[in-house]
């Protein structure tokens, strides 16, 4: 049982795998696309590496503005995940992913990878973030659930 994490863009969507005692996120890759609303290809993409990784559950990324209002990216993603659910019949997730991409510039920072290169990394480094954040809580509340 391994969960994928997701951070779904305009033209890219970053994927991350959680190891198989659902502890740890790894960054996987990111799927590119041409345009915006072509979508097939990347949910192939994404249905192989489910395949793959024997992926029994998904978190998708919710890119709430940061007061909390939805905008037109999150109209766009709760379509994605229909699409998702559709296709892959896997339970889908959402997290909030405000400020993932800043923690993920920052981290690439840290690493010292140059400013120019750091845009071929960020969408998975984004996933990777998203599925830690919800592989935590998720832990926590198993160990709130075993102290009740």
Excluded: C
Aim: proline letters at 1%; a neutral charge; charged letters at 35%.
């Amino acid at each position: 049982m391994k969960i994928m994490g997701l951070d779904f863009g305009s033209r890219t969507v970053g994927v991350a795998i959680s190891d198989s005692l659902l502890v740890t996120a790894q960054g996987v890759e990111i799927i590119r696309r041409k345009e915006e609303n072509k979508l097939r290809q990347t949910l192939a993409r994404i249905e192989a590496l489910i395949l793959e990784n024997e992926v029994t559950e998904i978190v998708l990324g919710l890119p709430k503005n940061m007061n909390a209002t939805e905008g037109e990216r999150v109209e766009l993603t709760m379509d994605f995940k229909e699409k998702l659910e559709r296709r892959t019949g896997l339970p889908v997730h959402l997290w909030d992913e405000r400020l993932t991409t800043v923690a993920a510039d920052k981290a690439m920072m840290e690493a010292g990878i140059r400013r120019e290169n750091r845009k071929d990394y960020v969408d998975m480094i984004a996933a990777t973030l998203i599925l830690q954040g919800y592989l935590d809580r998720r832990s926590m509340q198993l160990k709130e659930e075993q102290i009740r």
